[in-house]
């Protein structure tokens, strides 16, 4: 059976621990290495892990990695004192004192990120993708120093070592878990900072975690194949070799770790067999010289026949990780297929370490040259990597255009993440969870800590919500100026409660009114939601919302109680009695079949001299809608027989010298790119009209405001002298009569 082969080193704590630990180093690296390495152990003691594995094993698991990966003398340490002050404030405080405060920091950081879980309980499959790219863009947020996501892949690569070596241990839906956040969350970090001998192991490991079937059959034929494929290739390689020395070019070439989980994605995306996958025999040559590898790439074409669309340059082109190399397949004699990688030591260096090979110990100015300025050009690019961390989902694509500086990202005591504005408070964390936890916010811990409500959250923190029972939010919050509430989400929940409240107490009052109605007149027993029924009502609660704005008054309720008269034959002609402005909508009467109550439609609001039908309500009267009313339309095709015919009479609503103008409320709506002084100017165009503006509703959303006017008028012809007016106000794109 052919296991994973790690790229790097493991080994085994010894006597020599500052050497082994310092290689690379100065000499006097040694000391703070051999200082921090006791004070860990002692600290440390026989603690364990949730894993289950040792704290020290773990730190000194670390340690190696950072060595392997030629980290500098403080990342080591950090390192080494990653669980130190996990649960004690003074060991933290003693880490800074004896070892200086950038390594506390790389401590510290590596602690934090170390708190992130993805959290899977009852979430769905796309809840815990949104959430994975959450994670890794806050991953890349939080890390101000590069360094702490180094720290962050070496710790977990451990983690899933020390599995792979007790695989018979542990809780295995935990070992799952952890395996799937490595894979769909490190692998790819891994991967984009260029650390491929970290990224590999992390998807191989995780790989046989999460598919140990799979993972098991590929492993076996690698390993049933094995001797062949190791014979073949030290054949080829000798004769490639023989080719190169022949044209003057000094080269290693050597046989290339296999993958399992890369040969498991070339199947799986490809639809291929196992034999047709090309790297499964593969080798890399390593040259001195860029132009050394185009020679050696002839050499090889020379020898073997290429196949054709399997050659990339990723030398003239390189990778987003800014990884460089020539890929070619080729089939060899026996008709196989043989994969070769060309590249210079540099590139090699690059491709394994990343941005690893970057960080060196500095040692005064003189490290400070055009070389290194560069590598932290690189490196701060890197930090501003978003595109890569993000599928094409609405919600992904939405988090794709918002700038790591505009988001900041913190965590429930769950481990949950959550993205919020950058100035967010503990509300607007509280809302964003939940709106009823939003409601009965009281106060709020940040990393443990009381803090105000208005206080803004920074990257990374831990915000605990302390709740009330009942209650709801506090119209202060609401307030720009106290700086309780940053997000629209936020704020748009805390209107909508204090809403629903009014209408809660409208409703109440409203049903005060109905129960004394009914008690005067007698019908205490009477049924309320048949009374709702009766005037028109979906149910009792917008029948009381209407009682309590005084939409419904008694009379309509005295109304419903009495003899529903017949409905009238329809006549030749049936005109509507004028309405002075000053009169009710009770003052309507339907001239040609006796004294009738009318009303106008508040649906649609007609004005002369639209096109009017009657429709014949119960216990309100007839009730006047434009024929091209969608309201109209449905209830005449349900109730036809009720529909009586309509005109605005002689006077079709124009004044007299006696008489002054009918006027009727009309509805316009109105559409606009939204600015400063946008309501103003509108105002104005009826201002000058003398129109009087008797309601107003306006939302604003994304940089568009949304308006609706309610104004009396005249006739139509006024509606649309209005509409064209307001519509030549800059900003408004539509206008209409609602």
């Given at each position: 059976?052919?296991?994973?082969?790690?790229?790097?080193?493991?080994t085994?704590?010894?006597?020599?621990?500052?050497?082994?630990?310092?290689?690379g180093?100065?000499?006097?690296a040694?000391?703070?290495?051999?200082?921090?390495?006791?004070?860990?152990?002692?600290?440390?003691?026989?603690?364990?892990?949730?894993?289950?594995?040792?704290?020290?094993?773990?730190?000194?698991?670390?340690?190696?990695?950072?060595?392997?990966?030629?980290?500098?003398?403080?990342t080591?340490?950090?390192?080494?004192?990653?669980?130190?002050?996990?649960?004690?404030?003074?060991?933290?405080?003693?880490?800074?004192?004896?070892?200086?405060?950038?390594?506390?920091?790389?401590?510290?950081?590596?602690?934090?990120?170390?708190?992130?879980?993805?959290?899977?309980?009852?979430?769905?499959?796309a809840?815990?993708?949104?959430?994975?790219?959450?994670?890794?863009?806050?991953?890349?947020?939080?890390?101000?120093?590069?360094?702490?996501?180094?720290?962050?892949?070496?710790?977990r690569?451990?983690?899933?070592?020390?599995?792979?070596?007790?695989?018979?241990?542990?809780?295995e839906?935990?070992?799952?878990?952890?395996?799937?956040?490595?894979?769909?969350?490190?692998?790819?970090?891994?991967?984009?900072?260029?650390?491929?001998?970290?990224?590999?192991?992390?998807?191989?490991?995780?790989?046989?975690?999460?598919?140990?079937?799979?993972?098991?059959?590929?492993a076996k034929?690698?390993?049933?194949?094995?001797?062949?494929r190791?014979?073949?290739?030290?054949?080829?390689?000798?004769?490639?070799?023989?080719?190169i020395?022949?044209?003057?070019?000094?080269?290693?070439?050597?046989?290339?770790?296999?993958?399992?989980y890369s040969?498991?994605?070339?199947m799986?995306?490809?639809?291929?067999?196992?034999?047709?996958?090309?790297?499964?025999?593969?080798?890399?040559?390593?040259?001195?010289?860029?132009?050394?590898?185009?020679?050696?790439?002839?050499?090889?074409?020379q020898?073997?026949?290429?196949?054709?669309?399997?050659?990339?340059?990723y030398?003239?082109?390189?990778?987003?990780?800014?990884?460089?190399s020539?890929?070619?397949?080729?089939?060899?004699p026996?008709?196989?297929?043989?994969?070769?990688?060309?590249?210079?030591?540099?590139?090699?260096?690059?491709?394994?370490?990343?941005?690893?090979?970057?960080?060196?110990?500095?040692?005064?100015?003189?490290?400070?040259s055009?070389?290194?300025?560069?590598?932290?050009?690189?490196?701060?690019?890197?930090?501003?990597?978003?595109?890569?961390?993000?599928?094409?989902?609405?919600?992904?694509?939405?988090q794709?255009?918002?700038?790591?500086?505009?988001?900041?990202?913190?965590?429930?005591?769950?481990?949950?993440?959550?993205?919020?504005?950058?100035?967010?408070?503990?509300?607007?964390?509280?809302?964003r969870?939940?709106?009823?936890l939003?409601?009965?916010c009281?106060?709020?811990?940040?990393?443990g800590?009381m803090?105000?409500?208005?206080?803004?959250?920074?990257?990374?923190?831990?915000?605990?919500?302390?709740?009330?029972?009942?209650?709801?939010?506090?119209?202060?919050?609401?307030?720009?100026?106290?700086?309780?509430?940053?997000?629209?989400?936020?704020?748009?929940?805390?209107?909508?409660?204090?809403?629903?409240?009014?209408?809660?107490?409208?409703?109440?009052?409203?049903?005060?009114?109905?129960?004394?109605?009914?008690?005067?007149?007698?019908?205490?027993?009477a049924?309320?939601d048949?009374?709702?029924?009766?005037?028109?009502?979906k149910?009792?609660?917008?029948?009381?919302?209407?009682v309590?704005?005084?939409?419904?008054?008694?009379r309509?309720?005295?109304?419903?109680?009495?003899?529903?008269?017949?409905?009238?034959?329809?006549?030749?002609?049936?005109?509507?009695?004028?309405?002075?402005a000053?009169?009710?909508?009770?003052?309507i009467?339907?001239?040609?079949?006796?004294?009738?109550?009318?009303?106008?439609?508040r649906?649609?609001?007609?004005?002369?001299?639209?096109?009017?039908?009657?429709?014949?309500?119960?216990?309100?009267?007839?009730?006047?809608?434009?024929?091209?009313?969608?309201?109209?339309?449905?209830?005449?095709?349900?109730?036809?027989?009720?529909?009586?015919?309509?005109?605005?009479?002689?006077?079709?609503g124009?004044?007299?010298?006696?008489?002054?103008?009918?006027?009727?409320?009309?509805?316009?709506?109105?559409?606009?790119?939204?600015?400063?002084?946008?309501?103003?100017?509108?105002?104005?165009?009826?201002?000058?009209d003398?129109?009087?503006?008797?309601?107003?509703?306006?939302?604003?959303?994304?940089?568009?405001?949304?308006?609706?006017?309610?104004?009396?008028?005249?006739?139509?012809?006024?509606?649309?002298?209005?509409l064209?007016?307001?519509?030549e106000?800059k900003?408004?794109?539509?206008?209409?009569?609602?």
């Amino acid at each position: 059976m052919v296991s994973v082969q790690h790229s790097v080193a493991n080994t085994d704590a010894t006597s020599s621990l500052p050497e082994v630990l310092g290689e690379g180093l100065p000499g006097e690296a040694r000391e703070p290495l051999a200082r921090a390495i006791d004070w860990a152990q002692t600290v440390y003691g026989d603690a364990t892990l949730g894993t289950g594995e040792s704290t020290w094993q773990h730190a000194l698991g670390m340690a190696l990695i950072c060595v392997s990966l030629r980290l500098d003398l403080e990342t080591r340490l950090a390192s080494i004192l990653f669980a130190v002050g996990e649960d004690d404030d003074k060991l933290a405080t003693q880490v800074e004192e004896r070892f200086g405060s950038m390594v506390a920091r790389l401590a510290e950081g590596g602690r934090r990120l170390n708190r992130l879980r993805l959290v899977s309980d009852g979430a769905s499959h796309a809840d815990l993708h949104a959430q994975t790219e959450v994670l890794r863009k806050m991953v890349l947020a939080m890390a101000e120093d590069i360094r702490v996501i180094l720290l962050r892949l070496a710790s977990r690569t451990q983690t899933l070592r020390h599995f792979a070596e007790r695989k018979e241990e542990g809780n295995e839906a935990v070992r799952q878990e952890i395996a799937r956040e490595s894979l769909d969350l490190y692998a790819p970090l891994a991967n984009r900072l260029g650390v491929w001998q970290l990224k590999w192991e992390l998807e191989d490991l995780s790989f046989r975690f999460l598919e140990p079937q799979t993972y098991k059959r590929i492993a076996k034929q690698l390993d049933e194949r094995r001797v062949e494929r190791e014979a073949f290739i030290h054949d080829a390689i000798e004769r490639l070799q023989k080719e190169i020395t022949a044209l003057g070019i000094k080269a290693e070439v050597y046989g290339r770790p296999k993958h399992i989980y890369s040969i498991y994605n070339k199947m799986r995306s490809k639809h291929l067999d196992f034999s047709q996958v090309y790297d499964v025999r593969a080798f890399r040559v390593l040259v001195d010289k860029v132009e050394e590898c185009y020679a050696v790439l002839s050499v090889v074409h020379q020898l073997w026949t290429p196949i054709p669309n399997e050659f990339d340059d990723y030398i003239l082109k390189p990778k987003g990780n800014n990884y460089q190399s020539l890929h070619t397949a080729v089939r060899a004699p026996d008709g196989r297929a043989l994969e070769v990688q060309i590249r210079t030591y540099d590139m090699h260096k690059h491709a394994e370490l990343g941005v690893a090979a970057h960080w060196r110990y500095k040692e005064g100015a003189a490290s400070s040259s055009g070389a290194y300025d560069e590598k932290i050009a690189l490196l701060r690019e890197l930090l501003s990597w978003r595109d890569e961390v993000t599928d094409a989902s609405a919600w992904e694509e939405q988090q794709r255009r918002a700038a790591l500086d505009d988001t900041i990202y913190v965590v429930t005591p769950q481990g949950r993440v959550l993205d919020l504005a950058a100035g967010a408070t503990p509300i607007d964390f509280a809302y964003r969870l939940h709106t009823d936890l939003g409601h009965r916010c009281r106060g709020a811990k940040v990393d443990g800590q009381m803090v105000p409500l208005d206080t803004a959250l920074a990257n990374g923190q831990m915000v605990e919500i302390i709740t009330a029972k009942q209650g709801g939010p506090s119209r202060d919050w609401l307030n720009p100026q106290l700086n309780y509430l940053v997000t629209t989400n936020a704020r748009a929940k805390v209107r909508r409660w204090f809403v629903q409240q009014e209408e809660e107490e409208t409703a109440a009052q409203g049903r005060a009114i109905v129960a004394k109605e009914l008690q005067r007149m007698g019908q205490t027993q009477a049924s309320l939601d048949a009374l709702a029924d009766k005037l028109g009502f979906k149910d009792t609660t917008t029948f009381f919302l209407a009682v309590g704005r005084g939409d419904v008054g008694s009379r309509q309720i005295h109304n419903a109680f009495q003899v529903e008269p017949a409905a009238p034959q329809k006549p030749d002609d049936v005109a509507i009695g004028k309405r002075r402005a000053s009169e009710s909508s009770d003052g309507i009467t339907i001239v040609g079949v006796g004294k009738l109550l009318t009303q106008l439609a508040r649906c649609c609001k007609p004005v002369p001299p639209d096109d009017i039908q009657g429709f014949v309500t119960r216990g309100r009267g007839v009730s006047i809608h434009r024929t091209d009313c969608k309201s109209f339309q449905n209830i005449a095709h349900r109730h036809p027989e009720r529909i009586v015919p309509a005109d605005w009479g002689t006077g079709g609503g124009m004044p007299t010298p006696a008489q002054p103008p009918e006027v009727y409320p009309v509805d316009i709506s109105v559409e606009a790119i939204d600015r400063q002084g946008l309501l103003r100017d509108i105002s104005d165009v009826f201002s000058r009209d003398k129109l009087n503006v008797i309601g107003v509703n306006t939302v604003s959303k994304a940089g568009r405001a949304y308006m609706r006017f309610t104004v009396e008028v005249s006739s139509a012809s006024s509606v649309q002298k209005i509409l064209q007016q307001v519509g030549e106000v800059k900003g408004v794109e539509a206008t209409a009569r609602a």
